[in-house]
């Protein structure tokens, strides 16, 4: 149980489009979604946190209106990089925390999209 | 603000040695410890997972302690294999219960 998905998992575009990720949380509800974000050798960064119903909650340095975030249903957020430059070409990874009590604030990782921007 | 460090961030051995992974934190307010695998291009697998309240976990060849007063965690994989070479990363949840902080990782590899 507790699977992730992301949809694409990897995608290339011509700088200046907008391409949208998807996360999924197929068997379980998730109240709250998170997305990070991964330079080659480096570490996840959280870029925000999403919450069902309500606007996302950035990081400091992240651009709201560059990363637009919906999280319209219990099972779905969505992340749209508006207008990409090649800097913004990196390993985008969401997860979900579980609604249902018992889980301990554990966060179920995605595969991760791999965005290259031309 | 929480800050995670791994020691070391790469390592080599060959096949068959225990070996220990190393996480510190700053801020030892934690809800949760987790250990995590990242193959390259890959997402994460969560490994174990420690409650604050507890001071071990066990998953197979895998064991991490920790210990929150003094900020540590260690993940001990023994009998290492070549399907070990991966990326370990460790987490910490803090109090609030929202942000996971990451480590930088140990890029581990098995030598057959």
């Known amino acids: 149980g507790a699977v992730v998905s992301q949809h694409p998992s990897w995608v290339i575009c011509k700088s200046g489009t907008s391409v949208k990720i998807e996360c999924r949380s197929l068997d379980f509800q998730a109240t709250t979604m998170f997305w990070y974000r991964q330079f080659p050798k480096q570490s996840l960064m959280l870029m925000a946190t999403?919450?069902?119903?309500?606007?996302?909650?950035?990081e400091q340095g992240v651009e709201k209106d560059k990363f637009l975030i919906n999280h319209a249903s219990l099972t779905l957020s969505t992340l749209t990089v508006t207008s990409a430059h090649p800097e913004d070409s990196s390993f985008y990874i969401c997860?979900?925390?579980?609604?249902?009590?018992?889980?301990?604030?554990?966060?179920?990782f995605g595969p991760g999209t791999r965005l290259t921007v031309l | 603000k929480q800050e995670v460090t791994q020691i070391p961030a790469a390592l080599s051995v060959p096949e068959g040695e225990n070996l220990v992974l190393n996480c510190s934190f700053t801020d030892s307010a934690i809800y949760n410890l987790q250990w995590f695998r990242q193959d390259p291009g890959k997402g994460l697998t969560s490994l174990l997972l420690?409650?604050?309240?507890?001071r071990e976990q066990t998953s197979g060849r895998l064991n991490a302690s920790l210990d929150k007063s003094s900020g540590r965690s260690t993940l001990y994989i023994a009998a290492s294999q070549p399907g070990d070479s991966a990326t370990y990363l460790c987490a910490v949840l803090g109090n609030a219960g929202n942000m996971l902080t990451f480590g930088g990782g140990t890029r581990l590899m098995v030598k057959p």
């Open positions: 420690i409650q604050s309240s507890q």
């Open positions: 999403s919450n069902e119903g309500s606007k996302a909650t950035y």
């Open positions: 997860s979900a925390r579980a609604l249902r009590s018992g889980a301990h604030n554990e966060q179920f």
